[in-house]
Every structure is written in structure tokens, then in C-alpha cells.
């Protein structure tokens, strides 16, 4: 069994039989979620609960703001907050640069500023390491967020499915910590891990939690009072939930629903959603195509809030290197797609100036400073 096969903790009813996916009931998914959110069975369960207590803390604020403050303007405000800062920082900082490590940051104290720009919502270990997993066993049994498990069994996945083992042993948990000793988590030492079953301690999680939070919440009521810090929290909250859904969805929900001319990944069912790319620079075909790029938003409609935010630092010199696959994409997928098809337009008698396509504007030179390579 290969390290990564091993290393995200198998739920009780586990991740396969006979070497096929094992598919739960609701029954069983619902027992494991409740049993690994239980600290008095074990405290190794902190972390789940951890995860799941802080986001239903956001409905706090979120009930305070619809009860008090709420209006149109704070309504959107409090929208785009939830669905485009922290999607897309989501993307950026979790995904991107945590898991992927698609770019680098000049040093440290950057890549703590840039880990602390919006409300603290997911902890890194709970995101990363399970990823790492996704990636290497995509809709095979293993895969944490498995799309043929169903909604519910990708919904509560960071519960079931995502958290470390607890029976790693010393070298294990030395590759392990590999994966995370750029993310700016205080690692445990292994005979922490042995007590708390985790990556990060308990006390400086909670510690980070609530100077960002404290810090985000004295900036919002500075500037716009109790309303605009509980709009902004709660629909924080709204994010935190909707997020867990993503996968499911972003995998076809289980069905073939990629495109031609658009999906060009064809190893598994990841497809390019025009919601998840705009707000959040998710374009998941795309990134299941090259997933250490620090773009996926490779054509003209495809606007990727990560990748703007990504050039940016790296024109002002607090990101030093990235990678992007934008020219690979365009020269390996996208024009002969676009060949292709004006070619059997031809054969089938269709003169070629008919054949339009929204992204054919993506044939343009690429600058050099757009191929960076780590």
C-alpha cells in the first residue's frame, strides 16, 4: 500500500470492498459522521468538530444580521464577500498554493498576510492532505469526495473521509508533514500526534481562528458598524456549508456532463461550471488538466479571480515564481479542437466562416512572462 493509500483514515464501513467502491447508506454515512465528531469516545476527533463548530458558529451573526441589519445593499455586499472573496481566496490559498504549490511567495511573512486576507473558515490540514489524496485516486475507491458515493457522502466528507490516520508511524508522519511545512500551520511534533491525532494542535488552531476573526470583525465594524460585520460573517457562514458541496457537483454529480470544445480533460469527470470559474477561478476541468498551474481560466470568457490576484503579486515582488499552462493549453487542446472541428465543418459542406466559437480569441501570443516555471 503506497503512502498516499494509506494515509487518510478509512471510515468504519471503509473505502472499498473487494477493490470496488463501496457505496453507504445514509444510515451508515450519518453513524460515522455523529461517532467522529464525538471528543468523549476519543479527543483525537478534535479536529471534525473543530471544522464543523466554527462554521455553524457563523450563524450567529448570520441570524443577527437578518433580524437586524438586513437590507439590499448589505445583501449583496455580504453575497459577494461569501461567494467571490472567499471562494476565490479558497482557491488561491488553499488550493492553489497549499496543496498544489503552484506559485511561491517572496518569504514567509507574505505568505502570512496572504494566508490571512479574508475570515478563517477551513483548516488547512482538513483541506490539503485529502486532496493530495483526490488527486492521485480521482472517482477510485480511496478518493475522499468520491462523486460515485452520492451528494451525502461528498458533503460530509471532511468528517468521514478527510482527516489523517491516527496509526501513523514516525516516518509516516515525517512524509506527511512534508505535504503542509509550507502552509504556515504549526505542526505537532509526532508524540503530539500520537495524543491529538492531527497535523495542528488544538490550542494554536483555536489561537489563529480567533485573532482572525477578531481581526476581521473590528475591521468590518470600523467600517460599517455591527451591520456590515454581521453581514459579512454570516453569509460566511452560507460559504462555509455551500463550499462542502462542491466536488459533487463539480464531478458531473456522477454523470458524463463534459463538453467538447470545453472539456478537454478526459481521465475523469471533472467539467468547467460557469458559477464555481467566475466567482472563484474554478475551473475544474481545467485544473484536473494541469493541477499545479496557477491559472485554469485559460479562455477569454473563463475570468479567473486567483490568477489576476496571483499576477499581481507577482508584479509588485511578493510572489517570485508561478507556473502556467496557458500556452501548453491552447497548443496542445484548444487549436487542434478548433482545426478539428473547422475541418468536418468543411467536409460536411459548411463554409468555415460560419464556424464561430466563443473563446477563438485565445489565439493570441503568450508572453514568456506567462510561463514562469518554478
Known amino acids: 500500500m503506497s503512502f498516499l493509500e494509506r494515509v487518510l483514515d478509512p471510515p468504519s464501513y471503509g473505502f472499498s470492498r473487494n477493490g470496488i467502491l463501496y457505496v453507504p447508506t445514509k444510515g451508515e454515512i450519518l453513524r460515522e459522521f455523529f461517532s467522529r465528531l464525538n471528543i468523549f469516545s476519543t479527543r483525537k476527533n478534535w479536529l471534525p468538530l473543530f471544522g464543523w463548530t466554527t462554521s455553524l458558529l457563523f450563524a450567529v451573526p448570520l441570524c443577527i444580521f437578518f433580524t437586524r441589519y438586513a437590507n439590499p445593499w448589505l445583501m449583496i455586499a455580504g453575497f459577494l464577500y461569501g461567494m467571490v472573496a472567499l471562494g476565490s481566496h479558497g482557491t488561491f490559498w488553499l488550493h492553489r498554493y497549499c496543496t498544489h504549490r503552484a506559485f511561491l511567495f517572496r518569504n514567509r511573512w507574505i505568505a502570512m498576510i496572504c494566508r490571512n486576507l479574508v475570515i478563517k473558515v477551513i483548516p488547512e490540514e482538513i483541506y490539503v492532505v485529502s486532496h493530495y489524496v483526490h488527486h492521485r485516486f480521482c472517482e477510485q475507491p480511496g478518493d475522499p469526495y468520491n462523486v ?12 468521514n473521509h478527510q482527516t489523517i490516520r491516527k496509526d501513523l508511524s514516525e516516518n509516516e508522519y515525517e512524509q506527511v508533514c512534508k505535504l503542509m511545512q509550507h502552509t504556515g500551520v504549526r505542526l505537532n511534533s509526532y508524540q503530539q500526534y500520537l495524543r491529538w491525532g492531527s497535523l495542528c494542535h488544538p490550542a494554536w488552531t483555536t489561537l489563529h481562528y480567533a485573532l482572525n476573526w477578531t481581526f476581521w470583525y473590528g475591521a468590518f465594524y470600523f467600517l460599517g458598524g455591527h ?28 454523470k458524463d456532463l463534459r463538453k467538447e470544445g470545453s472539456d478537454f480533460n478526459r481521465a475523469d469527470l471533472s467539467v468547467n461550471q460557469i458559477w464555481p470559474g467566475y466567482v472563484a477561478g474554478e475551473w475544474h476541468n481545467n485544473h484536473h488538466l494541469y493541477p499545479n498551474g496557477a491559472r485554469s481560466g485559460f479562455l477569454p470568457y473563463q475570468l479567473d479571480l486567483p490568477w489576476l490576484l496571483t499576477r499581481f503579486l507577482s508584479r509588485v515582488g511578493a510572489v517570485s515564481s508561478y507556473r502556467d499552462y496557458r500556452q501548453e493549453f491552447l497548443r496542445d487542446h484548444y487549436q487542434p479542437w478548433l482545426a478539428l472541428t473547422a475541418n468536418n465543418a468543411t467536409k460536411s459542406g459548411e463554409p468555415k466562416e460560419k464556424i464561430e466559437c466563443p473563446a477563438q480569441a485565445t489565439q493570441l501570443p503568450v508572453r514568456e512572462e506567462e510561463a514562469v516555471e518554478i
Not at 460515485?148 to 468528517?159: Q, R
Not at 456590515?228 to 454529480?253: E, M, P, Q, S, Y
Open 148 to 159: 460515485y458515493g452520492g451528494w451525502l457522502y461528498c458533503f460530509l466528507a471532511d468528517v
Open 227 to 254: 451591520a456590515l460585520a454581521t453581514a459579512l460573517f454570516g453569509w460566511a457562514g452560507v460559504w462555509a456549508i455551500g463550499v462542502r458541496t462542491f466536488n459533487f457537483d463539480g464531478h458531473g454529480k456522477g
